[in-house]
């Protein structure tokens, strides 16, 4: 499938089955709009013409030319420049292409990353948490060291021939349970003598319990850390407050600037959350930039239940906020203080390979959350429902099914992400997202894939506005 959009005075096709990305002139556009497959040229002038004399503009555009400007050698011209992207295998792609380069029984089958829930427990009362504010609904608890050992040993035990594995450590807060966190990877680095393996350590804090020695710690060992901050200070104290009701904006940023001075380049981002009560998330970002910060994520909250949660009513709001951010931020990477907005960062030369792109984050196959009991799931934001533990750390996978679920479930396989232009730039969305909407990893939500499409036409946009400016 074939999908056309302007952005920015300029103009873009994405040929859906081959992830193909064309930066078209207007008249090459206006053709192209108008078809799904390569019909005979006097068909698509006609049917510009038709939509012309009904006072149809293109793409909501005025001033554009039409069609009658061009000469017919012009717009031959153009249409044969499409009709040689198609023989290249370029543009009209069929679905087999994705099937002929990789099979769903071919995806890895050795386990890659376990998120360790060290902490059942929070300092903040976040209401959009979907950890019922820390404990997922199971109780506050604490992982012990001889769990989150046994954690780490069937994580190497079942990772295969991979030497490079990673343990996320996530709670709740995760600086609650600090001693097991350093006990953990003190142990990693012992198993890396012994086993030849690599460990990657990332952690997930909200900052309040940063101290010197916390970050000291973190930047010696953590290969990444996302520490959340919501924006602007009136924005970030509305949610993320203590136990007390109080705000803790002034507390954590002194900490994390310095946290992340000290970082010394390694990899580390600012992560947020963005609700209907604030849609102008950009001048969250930009709040987050002028603080020196430079790796920044501000995630919707999506799903129901909840008046925080993006609403049908608000998706306009926020295409056109994404959109506008999305043209200042083409403009920032000319600037020497510029920043990465995580939305916008989309790799069309080097990204990942088929595999990824087919199966997304690996959840109930590559990747495990592992509760402070021990009982596995298949990710984090499935911690907490009964019906989702899939084993343990001491017998392994007991619900095979359900492995077997996670692991088909993928842009192969869902019905609505057969025929969507973006599903080799999203991977078919979160498993958790769909089934808190709909009860069904296989029905993505369809305001998460609304927002996804608008971020991945900002961000193609941008790459090529980059390009252009030779950055």
């Avoid at 780490?152 to 035990?157: F, I, R, S, T």
Wanted: net charge negative.
């Amino acid at each position: 499938m074939i999908h056309t959009f302007a952005l920015n005075n300029m103009y873009f096709a994405v040929d859906g089955n081959s992830g193909s990305i064309h930066m078209l002139d207007e008249l090459s556009f206006r053709l192209l709009s108008e078809m799904q497959e390569l019909v005979p040229l006097e068909s698509v002038i006609g049917i510009i013409r038709d939509k012309e004399k009904n006072g149809a503009s293109f793409s909501g555009n005025p001033d554009v030319k039409p069609i009658a400007a061009y000469s017919y050698e012009e717009i031959e011209e153009a249409y044969n420049e499409i009709k040689e992207l198609k023989e290249q295998g370029l543009l009209f792609t069929g679905p087999q292409e994705i099937e002929k380069a990789v099979s769903v029984n071919n995806l890895p089958d050795s386990i890659k990353a376990l998120c360790l829930h060290v902490s059942h427990d929070c300092n903040l009362t976040c209401e959009y948490c979907f950890a019922s504010k820390g404990d997922y609904k199971s109780g506050r608890k604490l992982m012990d060291k001889d769990i989150a050992f046994k954690a780490v040993d069937y994580l190497v035990n079942n990772s295969g021939n991979r030497k490079n594995i990673e343990i996320d450590f996530f709670g709740g807060e995760p600086l609650l349970n600090f001693t097991v966190v350093k006990e953990v990877v003190d142990y990693g680095r012992e198993l890396e003598n012994k086993t030849g393996k690599k460990f990657y350590f990332t952690i997930t804090t909200n900052g309040v319990l940063l101290d010197d020695e916390k970050i000291r710690f973190i930047n010696e060992y953590m290969d990444n850390v996302v520490i959340s901050i919501d924006g602007r200070k009136e924005i970030h104290d509305s949610i993320r407050r203590d136990r007390s009701g109080r705000g803790t904006y002034d507390r954590i940023v002194p900490l994390v600037k310095k946290l992340v001075h000290d970082r010394e380049g390694k990899s580390y981002y600012i992560r947020g959350t963005f609700t209907s009560l604030n849609k102008d998330f950009s001048n969250d970002v930009k709040h987050l930039a002028s603080l020196g910060f430079r790796e920044i994520s501000i995630e919707p909250v999506v799903g129901s239940g909840n008046e925080l949660f993006i609403k049908d009513e608000d998706v306009p709001d926020i295409l056109s906020e994404y959109e506008k951010f999305a043209v200042e931020y083409a403009k920032s990477h000319r600037e020497e203080n510029s920043f990465n907005f995580y939305h916008f960062n989309l790799n069309l030369y080097d990204g990942p390979c088929i595999y990824k792109k087919i199966a997304a984050c690996g959840a109930g196959f590559e990747y495990f959350a592992v509760s402070p009991e021990g009982y596995l799931y298949p990710c984090h934001q499935f911690v907490g429902q009964n019906e989702f533990i899939m084993g343990d750390i001491f017998n392994g996978i007991n619900k095979t099914k359900m492995a077997d679920n996670f692991r088909q479930n993928n842009i192969l396989t869902k019905e609505k992400c057969k025929d969507c232009w973006a599903k080799l730039f999203c991977s078919g969305g979160c498993h958790a997202n769909a089934w808190y909407s709909y009860g069904d990893i296989a029905l993505p939500n369809e305001t998460a894939c609304t927002l996804q499409k608008k971020r991945i036409e900002c961000a193609i946009m941008i790459q090529a506005a980059k390009s252009i400016s030779g950055i």
